[in-house]
């Protein structure tokens, strides 16, 4: 649920056309929003999928397996 109440991009039902063409015109139209999420989404995707925490998850990952 990285996009939640619209802070960082707009859900989009599938197969859903009507919504697609929604939220491109929301966009289109605001030049604010568009910058505001862009930033928001950027922030959210350097805390969480930077090298360092995708490797770390990773590490996790191989430990647990090891365990088993």
């Known amino acids: ?21 929604d939220a491109l015109e929301k966009f289109a139209n605001d030049r604010t929003l568009k910058m505001e999420m862009g930033i928001r ?7 969480e999928f930077s090298r360092e925490i995708l490797a770390e998850r990773f590490v996790d990952i191989l430990e647990k397996a090891a365990q088993t």
């Open 41 to 47: 989404s950027r922030k959210l995707a350097e805390a």
């Open 1 to 21: 649920d990285l996009i939640t109440s619209n802070a960082c991009g707009i859900a989009i039902p599938p197969e859903n056309p009507e919504a697609c063409a």
